[in-house]
C-alpha cells in the first residue's frame, strides 16, 4: 500500500466548477500535511499547509481527519488557472531531526473554458 | 533571486557514464533532499542532508551518492548510469522550523535520460 494514495484523475471541469480531491496516508505518525501544485514540467509549489481544525484561503479548502487518515481539498470558482496536477504530501521527522516529505502521485485537473 | 539552482537542467547520458547534479540554495537553510519524479509515482526521496556535514539514505537511493559540500551546495552523483535512472531530479531545501509555513522550496529540476 501507499504511504499516501490519491486519485490520479484527471478531472476535467467548466469554470467555475467546485472540485473536490481526496487523499488518504498510511502512517498515523504523520505531523504534518500539505498541497502542492505542480504546472506541467515545473517543479511542485507549496499551495497550502492544512491545518488540524481545517483552513481556508480564498478559493481553496483544506481539511484534516486524523482518525480517518484523510486529506481534502476544496477548489470552488474554478479557473483556467487553476488547471495543474495537485499533489498530496504528509511530513515525518526523521532520525536526522530533518523533515521528511511523503508525496502522492497526484490528481491532475483541468480547468475548462 | 533567492531560491534553489540545479545545473543541468537537460542531460543525456549513456548507460555506465557518470555525471554529478549540481544545487545550490541562498535561503541558508539547513536541510536540502533530492527526490525523483516518475510518471505515476510521484516523488520519491533518493538522499538528505539534514545539515551540513549529515547525509542520509531516503527511499531509493541505490545507484547514487551524495555530497554536502557546506551548507548551500548539496550534489547528487551518479556513478554508472542505468536506465532506470532516467527521471526528472529535483533538489529542494528547507528551514526546519519554517516547513509549515513555507514548505519546501524547489530547484526547477534536470531532465536525464539514460540511453
Known amino acids: 500500500r501507499k504511504e499516501v494514495e490519491q486519485d490520479p484523475g484527471p478531472f476535467n471541469v467548466p469554470e467555475g466548477a467546485t472540485v473536490a480531491f481526496n487523499c488518504t496516508y498510511s502512517?498515523?505518525?504523520?505531523?504534518?500535511f500539505f498541497w502542492y501544485r505542480q504546472d506541467c514540467r515545473k517543479e511542485p509549489k507549496l499551495l497550502m499547509s492544512?491545518?488540524?481544525s481545517g483552513n481556508e484561503d480564498g478559493r481553496f479548502t483544506a481539511q484534516l481527519n486524523r482518525a480517518s487518515q484523510y486529506i481534502s481539498l476544496l477548489i470552488r470558482d474554478s479557473k483556467l488557472s487553476d488547471s495543474a496536477t495537485y499533489l498530496c504530501?504528509?511530513?515525518?521527522?526523521?532520525?536526522?531531526?530533518?523533515?521528511?516529505?511523503?508525496f502522492g502521485s497526484g490528481t491532475q485537473l483541468t480547468v475548462l473554458p | 533571486n533567492a531560491g534553489v539552482t540545479q545545473t543541468p537542467k537537460f542531460q543525456v547520458l549513456k548507460t555506465g557514464q557518470s555525471m554529478t547534479l549540481q544545487c545550490a540554495q541562498d535561503?541558508?537553510?539547513?536541510?536540502m533532499y533530492w527526490y525523483r519524479q516518475d510518471p505515476g509515482m510521484g516523488l520519491r526521496l533518493i538522499y538528505y542532508?539534514?545539515?551540513?556535514?549529515?547525509?542520509d539514505k531516503g527511499e531509493v537511493p541505490n545507484g547514487y551518492n551524495v555530497s554536502r559540500l557546506n551548507k548551500r551546495e548539496f550534489s547528487l552523483r551518479l556513478e554508472s548510469a542505468a536506465p532506470s535512472q532516467t527521471s526528472v531530479y529535483f533538489c529542494?531545501?528547507?528551514?526546519?522550523?519554517?516547513?509549515?509555513?513555507?514548505?519546501?522550496?524547489f530547484g526547477s529540476g534536470t531532465r536525464l535520460t539514460v540511453v
Open positions: 504530501v504528509v511530513s515525518l521527522v526523521s532520525s536526522g531531526s530533518a523533515r521528511q516529505l511523503t
Open positions: 502512517n498515523s505518525a504523520s505531523q504534518s
Open positions: 492544512v491545518y488540524s
Open positions: 535561503m541558508n537553510h539547513n536541510s
Open positions: 542532508s539534514a545539515s551540513e556535514g549529515t547525509t
Open positions: 529542494a531545501s528547507v528551514s526546519g522550523d519554517r516547513v509549515f509555513n513555507y514548505g519546501y522550496t
